[in-house]
T-cell receptor, first 115, second 116 residues
Framework: NAGVTQTPKFQVLKTGQSMTLQCAQDMNHNSMYWYRQDPGMGLRLIYYSASEGTTDKGEVPNGYNVSRLNKREFSLRLESAAPSQTSVYFC??????????????FGPGTRLTVT | GDSVTQMEGPVTLSEEAFLTINCTYTATGYPSLFWYVQYPGEGLQLLLKATKADDKGSNKGFEATYRKETTSFHLEKGSVQVSDSAVYFCALSVAYSGAGSYQLTFGKGTKLSVIP
């Protein structure tokens, strides 16, 4: 049981290049999320997917697109990278509605630098 | 909107000292409350949670009590160790009507350094 996995771990892009960050979970969770973490800003939600086939914008969606490929996989795409997108990106997943709180489980992160 | 405010760091303590990290929240609904911990170079891990008023979450010697009257969820540990050095995030989640997922709202994090 690997939990939430992310690839790649590190990436350096030049301004204007594109790339896709991959995320997969093996916990049979319905909901998946993409966050970015910047110093002094905590975590900010970029996009989320409540269930397979649906995606919604979070707090900071500009410059990003997402695809919920199937129940396990949720990818984040940068079409034209900008230096402001230099950050650490975390994917997370959570189980369906139920008792006991709705905690999210996080992947190890992708550290992205845009030069 | 919903928000979480936690004490700014960094916090530096000696080993075996008492730890308190303050967290207060505002929410339009009835939130569940969480503390996450992030060790250097890693993702966030759930440390503890509480889902209703007066619940106490606990794990690894850490505790936090859901106080609805003061809208607080302060994290405490009686005797910290060097291995507790990490960034701690307070977070809340509210299940809004019709929502299929439960977004987390995070505080900005508090960095704790424990020195021998």
């Amino acid at each position: 049981n690997a939990g939430v996995t992310q690839t790649p771990k590190f990436q350096v892009l030049k301004t204007g290049q594109s790339m896709t960050l991959q995320c997969a979970q093996d916990m049979n969770h319905n909901s998946m999320y993409w966050y970015r973490q910047d110093p002094g800003m905590g975590l900010r939600l970029i996009y989320y997917s409540a269930s397979e086939g649906t995606t919604d914008k979070g707090e900071v969606p500009n410059g990003y697109n997402v695809s919920r490929l199937n129940k396990r996989e949720f990818s984040l795409r940068l079409e034209s990278a900008a230096p402001s997108q230099t950050s650490v990106y975390f994917c997370a997943s959570s189980r369906p509605r139920g008792p006991g709180g709705y905690e999210q489980y996080f992947g190890p992160g992708t550290r992205l630098t845009v030069t | 909107g919903d928000s979480v405010t936690q004490m700014e760091g960094p916090v530096t303590l000696s080993e075996e000292a008492f730890l308190t990290i303050n967290c207060t929240y505002t929410a339009t609904g009835y939130p569940s409350l969480f503390w996450y911990v992030q060790y250097p170079g890693e993702g966030l891990q759930l440390l503890l949670k509480a889902t209703k008023a007066d619940d106490k979450g606990s794990n690894k010697g850490f505790e936090a009590t859901y106080r609805k009257e003061t809208t607080s969820f302060h994290l405490e540990k009686g005797s910290v160790q060097v291995s507790d050095s990490a960034v701690y995030f307070c977070a809340l989640s509210v299940a809004y009507s019709g929502a299929g997922s439960y977004q987390l709202t995070f505080g900005k994090g508090t960095k704790l350094s424990v020195i021998p």
